[in-house]
Nanobody, 118 residues
């Protein structure tokens, strides 16, 4: 079955960096657009970044210029490089596939927690 496994979260001080990874198995990774979402405590899940099969990317305004999404089809992995982290970036980060209609596809990964605090 399809599985998405995120890793790379942790605790970091403001201004620091982290690199998240999401390994996708059980499906043909290269055909999907991939998204990174995040959910902060008490808030709705929000879309952070997207990368399609042509490596075209889009970002939420709140992270544009600080975060970079990338993918490696040889490893069936999508990455999120996060620089200049702020306290408001604290959240659980999830990766998910997207279909041709722009809808997210189950399953989601279990998420990885990022905590930005001094």
């Amino acid at each position: 079955q399809v599985q998405l496994v995120e890793s790379g979260g942790g605790s970091v001080q403001p201004g620091g960096s982290l690199r998240l990874s999401c390994v996708v198995s059980g499906t043909i990774f290269s055909i999907y657009t991939m998204d990174w979402y995040r959910q902060a405590p008490g808030k709705q899940r929000e879309l952070v970044a997207t990368i399609n099969s042509s490596h075209e990317t889009t970002y939420a305004d709140s992270v544009n210029g600080r975060f970079t999404i990338s993918r490696d089809k040889t490893k069936s992995t999508v990455y999120l490089q996060m620089n200049s982290l702020k306290s408001e970036d604290t959240a659980v980060y999830y990766c998910v596939r997207q279909n041709w209609r722009g809808q997210t596809l189950d399953p989601w990964g279990q998420g990885t927690l990022v905590t930005v605090s001094s």
